[in-house]
């Protein structure tokens, strides 16, 4: 997958399939930032994200889903962003409106490499 986005620097991607999108955070060295164990949370499930930078053609914001009733609704999701489509603000923007539409965050900081907010 991560072929495929060098391959089409201009392409948005978004990637729902598990599988595919799992690969491509191994690939990208992005599956050990995320926790495989749920946190608390009351019994509800739980989203971890995850933002990344440093790839030379889009800004990726990983998703985790765990703990969600139904069992198809756990698992990885990606958003691709193309950089010369969009900047770094605008990926921030996109990152914190999905954010807030995960339930009550406890914080969020997007880490883009070299950012100001690092």
Known sequence: MNKNLLENPNQPFQIQDNAEAKSLLL???LLETFSDKMAANNGAGTTQIVTYGEHPTHFIIALLFLGMTLATD??????????NQFSEQQATELFYQIA??????????PLWKGSANN
Request: net charge positive.
């Open 74 to 83: 756990n698992g990885y999701y990606v958003v691709c962003m193309p950089k």
């Open 27 to 29: 690939e990208l060295g």
């Open 100 to 109: 807030l539409r995960q339930g009550f965050p406890l914080g969020i900081k």
